[in-house]
């Protein structure tokens, strides 16, 4: 129990009574001991893992862990709960960005690249799949009793990511406070996005180093890559490239796990962009559902029905880029990031601030999929078994079971 409180304790960045405090430095794993494995081993292991990663993050992590750590000892359990820790607060989905760290440490850059590759490949191909038969095939019109289902059970995907992200990075009022009011703000005010996670970051920074400014500190470093991110939200581009910097700005923002992407993509390929309607984009995220893949490869499908093949690859190809590029070549500095008792604070401002984001969309999600009793039924009880069962097929089979209740319920 004390091991399990001070690991709770790390990745939330206080002690054991709840009190910000800095972390110690983190080992790291020598990278300069890379080149162990070839590069077709390396590509062969990771495929196996993107060809078996069903059931969500939890478990992807738990099956790169016992092979990479367990097995293997290519790290101690401290280095691989250090870097876990650092890719949790820090964007993109951290299974595929472990997956990366992994395969650079056995066989350097091209092994972290063919590591990535392998891992999300097995994903991208079925996601890819679908959505040529999704568009081609018509299946939202051959199956909209089943989509119906799947739909609400999407709302019950969505809560429940909020309980897991609350657990993760919620651990004081002031946090709960700024989730709060992240919501508020986007479904009152309707403040974007960006806008709405800078604040969030730049609140609890201030209120972490509230002491800092009776002596006289006024400044704080933040990533330069976010006002970048705020140019190109102004800029008029062709089709293509819109829908690459959609995905890399997606991919730059997505505090805390794959399901954080889901805001920013709903904001901009539905509200925004009109690529696709609510009702499509929810088919999407509930497909990714039974996917062995990350749920982030939905955007794969968001890709596809705004620019047909090549919007597919160049949406994935944007969103996934930041989870390669910052393990292959920025691992030292992301964990000096990470711990920096200066920007740490924001970082984690931001987190909170995403899950009051996702809050905002499971509350549109949910009044645009529950119309009747029936698919308030199957979303309660998609919740209740999400939440009640931890295995590694339940995603699946909460998506498969509702889409039958779905079709069940209406043809009845």
Known sequence: MQSLISFTSLVRGTNTVGEPMPLPPPPVAPLSSAGHDSPASIFLRFLKFGSLAWGGPAAQIAMISKECVE??????????????????????????????????????????????????????????????????????????????????????????????????????????????????????????????????????????????????????????????????????????????????????????????????????AVDNQGWLTNDEFLDGIAISGVLPAPLIIFSTFVGYLAGGLSGALLMTLGIFLPAFVLPIFFHHQLVATAENPVIRPFLLGVAAGVIGLIAAVTVQILRESITDGSALIIALVSFAVLYRFQGKLTMVLVILGAGIAGAIFQLV
């Open 71 to 268: 097995d293997e000892g290519w790290v101690d359990q401290e280095t691989f709960k250090k870097t876990l820790a650092v890719y949790q607060v820090l964007p993109g989905p951290e299974a595929h960005e472990l997956c990366v760290y992994f395969g650079r440490i056995r066989g350097g850059k091209l092994g972290g690249f063919l590591a990535g590759l392998g891992f999300m490949l097995p994903g991208f191909l079925l996601m890819l799949g679908f959505s040529v038969l999704y568009v081609k095939a018509g299946l939202s019109e051959r199956f909209e009793e089943a989509f119906f289902g799947v739909q609400a059970a999407v709302g019950a995907l969505m809560a429940m990511a909020i309980v897991r992200l609350g657990r993760k990075f919620i651990n004081d009022v002031p946090l709960a406070l700024i989730a709060i009011a992240s919501l508020a703000l986007t479904l009152g005010a309707g403040l974007s996005f960006f806008l709405v996670l800078v604040l969030a970051g730049l609140a609890y920074w201030a209120w972490i180093e509230r002491g800092l400014f009776f002596r006289g500190a006024t400044s704080v470093a933040l990533p330069g890559g976010w006002l970048v991110l705020g140019l190109l939200a102004a800029v008029s581009l062709p089709l293509g490239a819109t829908i690459f910097l959609e995905g890399l700005k997606a991919g730059l923002l997505t505090f805390g796990g794959a399901y954080t992407v889901v805001p920013f993509l709903q904001d901009v």
